[in-house]
Nanobody, 121 residues
Framework: QVQLVESGGGLVQAGGSLRLSCAAS????????MGWYRQAPGKQRDMVAT???????NYADSVKGRFTISRDGAKNTVYLQMNSLKPEDTAVYYC???????????????WGQGTQVAVSS
């Protein structure tokens, strides 16, 4: 089993910054990808940013130039630096990972429990 523990959410004024962290632990042989998705009330869960084990990043158009994803491979941790936050960034942010599990060496995907980000105008 793999666990994802998120931290860093909160309430911030528009234009402010927050940094989210997500640490993966458990039966991890290797990590293929880590990333962040978000879900606003009444809306679907959408990709925000992802980073592969090779360092390739992908961002939603709505956050390009404002958010930066990074990872620490040694700590199995991914970060999301969010700058110039807007009220429309308000959502529950979920950590996501695709790992090769130790037991079967199969690829599995996992979600974190979510952390609330609220941006006031």
């Amino acid at each position: 089993q793999v666990q994802l523990v998120e931290s860093g959410g909160g309430l911030v004024q528009a234009g402010g910054s927050l940094r989210l962290s997500c640490a993966a632990s458990g039966s991890i042989y290797s990590i293929n990808l880590m990333g962040w998705y978000r879900q606003a009330p009444g809306k679907q869960r959408d990709m925000v940013a992802t980073v592969t084990s090779g360092g390739a990043t992908n961002y939603a158009d709505s956050v390009k130039g404002r958010f930066t994803i990074s990872r620490d491979g040694a700590k199995n941790t991914v970060y999301l630096q969010m700058n110039s936050l807007k009220p429309e960034d308000t959502a529950v942010y979920y950590c996501y990972t695709i790992v090769q599990v130790t037991t079967t060496r199969r690829m599995r995907n996992y979600w974190g429990q979510g952390t609330q980000v609220a941006v006031s105008s």
